[in-house]
């Protein structure tokens, strides 16, 4: 069973920083890309931002120059370093990943539980 747990969320005040972490665990083969995803409250969930394996990054507009995808393979972690938060980027963001369980299994999606950032002062 593969699990993404998720860590570092919270409250923080404008042009504050913050960091995420996501770690996979249980039957993992390989993992291709990882991403962060948030939702605010009325609004659909949207992309943050998604790194390959090989470390290619990818980020929406709204947080380019301001936040920092990175990822440990031998970990199997994910990070999102946010900095100069504003409040719009309030909403609780998941982590995904694609992962492959086994050599014998195809891959999929999977998603963490989602941790809440406010940022408020």
């Known amino acids: 069973q593969v699990q993404l747990v998720e860590s570092g969320g919270g409250l923080v005040q404008p042009g504050g920083s913050l960091r995420l972490s996501c770690a996979a665990s249980?039957?993992?083969?390989?993992?291709?890309?990882m991403g962060w995803y948030r939702q605010a409250p009325g609004k659909q969930r949207e992309l943050v931002a998604s790194?390959?394996?090989?470390?290619?990054?990818n980020y929406v507009d709204s947080v380019k120059g301001r936040f920092t995808i990175s990822r440990d393979n031998a970990k199997n972690t994910v990070y999102l370093q946010m900095d100069s938060l504003k409040p719009e980027d309030t909403a609780v963001y998941y982590c995904n990943a694609y992962i492959r369980p086994t050599r014998w299994e195809y891959g999929d999606d999977y998603w963490g539980q989602g941790t809440q950032v406010t940022v408020s002062s």
């Open positions: 249980g039957s993992i083969f390989s993992i291709n890309a």
């Open positions: 790194i390959t394996r090989g470390g290619s990054t």
